[in-house]
Antibody, heavy 121, light 107 residues
Framework: EVQVVESGGDLVQPGGSLRLSCSVS????????MHWVRQAPGKGLEYVSA????????YYADSVKGRFTISRDNSHNTLYLQMSSLRAEDTAVYYC??????????????WGRGTLVTVSS | EIVMTQSPATLSVSPGERVTLSCRAS??????LAWYQQKPGQAPRLLIY???TRATGIPARFSGSGSGTEFTLTISSLQSEDFAVYYC?????????FGQGTKLEIK
């Protein structure tokens, strides 16, 4: 069974930094791209960042580019999101998402339960 | 960026009814469209990918159709556990984008 578990969410002051982790099991982690998606309180879903299966390709939403860094450790089945220069608008539940493959493209297959990041003074 | 527009924003329906939710893309996404269900306090759950393929374990009452820019999710006979928010998402272009969601309420 696929399991995706996020951790690291916390209350942080504006301008601060935080690192989220995502531990996975039940599938071959090194074979799949992974994404971070967030959801602000009472709002919809927003793509944040993506990383290729080997870690060589990384992608970011414009809203976080230059402030967030995605990475992965395939030897420890763990995905990371390093967040810096945090703003109030980064307040959200952050989901770690495993990709599925439909033969031509990757879709969002399995989601973790999320970890809450609150940016406030 | 491709804008995904869902309609209606809210739908009040009775258990047992058939419902159709719509999702429109601002440009073609081919068949690279997924639907997700989200209940309060829970993570989204994949229902449909490839516009019409049900994910593992999803009941047959859920069906998806469409291609290009127009897509629909149909629930043939609403069950009590289906009242939730539904999101469409395109995975044809970067950045991946979601619709704003359709909330199914009990009438």
């Amino acid at each position: 069974e696929v399991q995706v578990v996020e951790s690291g969410g916390d209350l942080v002051q504006p301008g601060g930094s935080l690192r989220l982790s995502c531990s996975v099991s039940g599938f071959t982690f090194s074979s799949f791209p992974m994404h971070w998606v967030r959801q602000a309180p009472g709002k919809g879903l927003e793509y944040v960042s993506a990383i290729g299966s080997s870690g060589t390709g990384t992608y970011y939403a414009d809203s976080v580019k230059g402030r967030f860094t995605i990475s992965r450790d395939n030897s420890h089945n763990t995905l990371y999101l390093q967040m810096s220069s945090l703003r109030a608008e980064d307040t959200a539940v952050y989901y770690c998402v495993k990709m599925g493959y439909d033969g031509s493209s990757y879709y969002y297959d399995s989601w973790g339960r999320g970890t809450l990041v609150t940016v406030s003074s | 960026e491709i804008v995904m527009t869902q309609s209606p924003a809210t739908l009040s329906v009775s258990p047992g009814e058939r419902v159709t939710l719509s999702c429109r893309a601002s440009q073609s996404v081919s068949g690279n469209l997924a639907w997700y269900q989200q209940k309060p306090g829970q993570a989204p759950r994949l229902l449909i990918y490839g516009a019409s393929t049900r994910a593992t374990g999803i009941p047959a009452r859920f069906s998806g159709s469409g291609s290009g820019t127009e897509f629909t999710l149909t629930i043939s006979s609403l069950q009590s556990e289906d009242f939730a928010v539904y999101y469409c998402q395109q995975y044809n272009n970067w950045p991946r984008t979601f619709g704003q969601g359709t909330k199914l309420e009990i009438k």
